[in-house]
């Protein structure tokens, strides 16, 4: 019901029923006319339309046995495997003996024929079809007196090989990340997922751009409402250009104005599958190698991949690390502050004075103090990231060292502000999520005010108002903050704590409701029974 509710309300919000643009394949800013018979014609309009393209390779030849009949091919170099495209297309053509006797429907089931070694042969009527086909990689055939044209499917160029994913790296694991191919993505998931009902859907979004965006879901364990409105959502999508999964996830995503991620995004396949396997739904930009993952939990932003490589008590002892880290880094400046500044009392008398000897030479109050070594340490970090990567950690190491040592003797910042804003920034590192930490950056700012102004009572006002505004989010019709809210005592298992993998019986209810049952609960690993000979030594 709880799920039902939400995704009405969010239809009612979003307006599912109005119909979106055209994702048919085809380039828009082409106009969907017949193609010419002549071949000249054609061939001149493919100039004309692509700006005499030097990438764009016309290769004309004769078909007959006695070479009467003109043909041409028409591939972008580079997008194009060139060895696919002699050796299978143009070759058996100029060397088998073409009848001329043929009529047009004739000539190209024949032609077909020839071109059985090539996948994905198609009929083209018109130019719309023939450019969106030509620049996804395909080679298009026409010939002389015939007002169609036929592409094959001949993909290639060069693509980035496999490699480790370099922003989720597990200790325990498989070393293999996403590409920014989209069937090499696709390929590392169905060698997981053996299965069927492994299904996938493909369509192009970006007027412009043509981007290739495919879903994937598993039959039968994925919510049918869910897939739909990830359908609707797509669909809407009315853009020039896709150029990376962050268009995507903008413009599908339940709440704009949250710092909150309410999409999960990844770059390692056995997450993508394990997600898959929950009744989550994958999402597959072409072009980047970070997957969007459909519905998201708060509590997912805190589960790394080898929690489910090690043994349950280890990574629960882990999950419950990094919720202290978040905590950290969300209040521990405001903590300083509001204790410094309104409750001297609640600090021991020796750190006081310790604090307050230190503080002494500082012309600032506590909450200019923080801002300034937070803004600082902002821009270190920022700069670390952006230069080249030899250069960065040197900036980033000795910017801190220098900076923090430099306005600790200037009197500018004391030393025990160091320590608390050193402490956050590592705490922030730590989260396994870079999407969650960077929210808790964003917040960390309002709580240093509302710690100024208030002191504690700022703070616990500030995590009330963020508790409240967590629970009224949803994902795709999910409230974000279960199985917490609303409680779930049978998917508890998976939380802050990770109970054995053998007594994982059941998938998110509020995720999946079709195929619930994941496994047997026979499975709980026992000793063997004594032998014979054990039981008469006992004895």
């Known amino acids: 019901m709880l799920f039902q509710w939400g995704m009405s309300r969010q239809k009612k919000r979003m307006d599912v029923k109005q119909e979106g643009p055209d994702h048919s394949g085809e380039a828009s800013d082409v106009p969907q006319e017949p193609l010419s018979a002549e071949l000249a014609v054609n061939i001149d309009i493919i100039r004309q339309k692509t700006g005499e393209s030097n990438d764009v390779v016309i290769r004309r030849f004769a078909l007959g046995q006695e070479w009467q009949i003109k043909a041409a091919i028409i591939f972008v170099d580079g997008l194009v495997d060139e060895k696919n495209v002699y050796e299978f297309v143009l070759t058996p053509l100029l060397q088998a003996s073409f009848p ?114 495919a879903i994937m879901y598993i039959k039968g364990i994925a919510n049918d409402e869910v897939i739909e409105e990830v359908r609707a959502r797509l669909r809407r999508i009315d853009t020039d250009s896709v150029l990376e999964s962050g268009y995507i996830e903008q413009l599908i995503e339940d709440q704009t104005f949250t710092t909150f991620p309410t ?138 060292l220098v900076i923090g040592q430099a306005a600790v003797e200037a009197g500018f910042v004391s030393s025990a502000m160091v320590i608390v804003v050193s402490i956050t920034a590592i705490a922030s590192f730590a989260t396994p999520s870079f999407a969650i930490a960077i929210s808790a950056r964003l917040i960390r700012f309002g709580l240093m005010f509302l710690a100024a102004m208030f002191g504690f009572y700022g703070i616990m006002m500030g995590l009330l108002v963020m508790i409240l505004h967590l629970c009224s989010l949803r994902s795709f019709g999910v409230p974000y903050m279960s199985p917490l809210a609303p409680f779930t005592p049978s998917n508890m298992g998976d939380t802050l704590f990770r109970i054995p993998t053998w007594m994982y019986r059941e998938r998110p209810r509020l995720i999946n409701q079709k195929n619930i049952i994941r496994q047997s609960g026979g499975q709980k690993p026992q000793p063997p029974a004594p032998t014979r000979r054990e039981k008469e030594d006992g004895s």
Request: proline share 5%; charged share 20%; hydrophobic share 50%.
């Open 263 to 400: 999409i999960y995004h990844t770059e390692r396949p056995d997450v993508v599958a394990a997600n898959l396997l929950e009744g989550r739904i994958a999402i597959f930009i072409d072009g980047t190698p970070f997957i969007l993952i459909v519905p998201a939990l708060f509590i997912q932003f805190f589960q790394a991949v080898e929690d489910y490589y090690a043994r349950f008590d280890i990574a629960t002892a882990l999950r419950f690390l990094r919720v202290l880290i978040f905590f950290l880094s969300l209040v521990a400046p405001a903590i300083y502050i509001a204790a410094t500044t309104f409750h001297q009392e609640m600090i021991p008398t020796q750190l006081v004075i310790a604090i307050a000897a230190q503080r002494e030479a500082v012309p600032f109050p506590g909450f200019v103090e923080a801002l300034m070594m937070e803004v600082t340490f902002e821009i270190l970090r920022e700069a670390g990231i952006r230069l080249p990567r030899a250069v960065g950690q040197a900036v980033s190491i000795v910017g801190a």
């Open 100 to 213: 001329l006797a043929l009529e047009e429907k004739e000539r190209f089931q024949w032609i077909e024929k020839k071109l059985a070694a090539v996948g994905g042969v198609k009929h083209i009527s018109d130019w719309r079809k023939l450019f969106f086909e030509l620049f996804s990689g395909a080679t298009v055939m026409l010939i002389d007196g015939v007002p169609f044209a036929i592409s094959a499917s001949t993909k290639g160029g060069e693509y980035r090989s496999i490699e480790e994913p370099q922003t989720q790296i597990a200790v325990r694991g498989p070393r293999e990340g996403f590409t920014e191919s989209l069937r090499t993505n696709t390929a590392m998931i169905r060698r997981r997922i053996r299965n069927p009902n492994l299904w996938l859907e493909t369509m192009q979004i970006g007027t412009v751009t043509q981007t290739d965006v």
